[in-house]
């Protein structure tokens, strides 16, 4: 996961609009917590599998 805190304020609040869980928002600090997760696991996990392999192949 990864956190992201902006700050922006009143005027700026066309940047951040489609963060915004509500309209209540008065400006100042606003988070996002992002969590990246590959689409299948299984070929991420052979992907590395394989450049481990390689990686020991090489040296």
Same mark, same amino acid.
């Given at each position: 996961?990864?956190?992201?805190?902006?700050? $922006?304020?009143?005027?700026?609040?066309?940047?951040?609009? $489609?963060?915004?869980?509500?309209?209540?928002? $008065? %400006? %100042?600090?606003? %988070?996002v =917590?992002?969590?990246? =997760?590959?689409?299948?696991?299984?070929?991420?996990? =052979?992907?590395?599998?394989?450049?481990?392999?390689?990686?020991?192949?090489?040296?």
């Amino acid at each position: 996961m990864l956190d992201i805190w902006l700050q $922006a304020e009143n005027n700026e609040i066309h940047h951040v609009s $489609a963060l915004l869980p509500s309209l209540d928002w $008065a %400006g %100042g600090l606003l %988070g996002v =917590r992002l969590c990246l =997760r590959p689409k299948d696991l299984e070929a991420l996990y =052979r992907e590395l599998s394989y450049s481990q392999i390689w990686c020991m192949s090489i040296f």
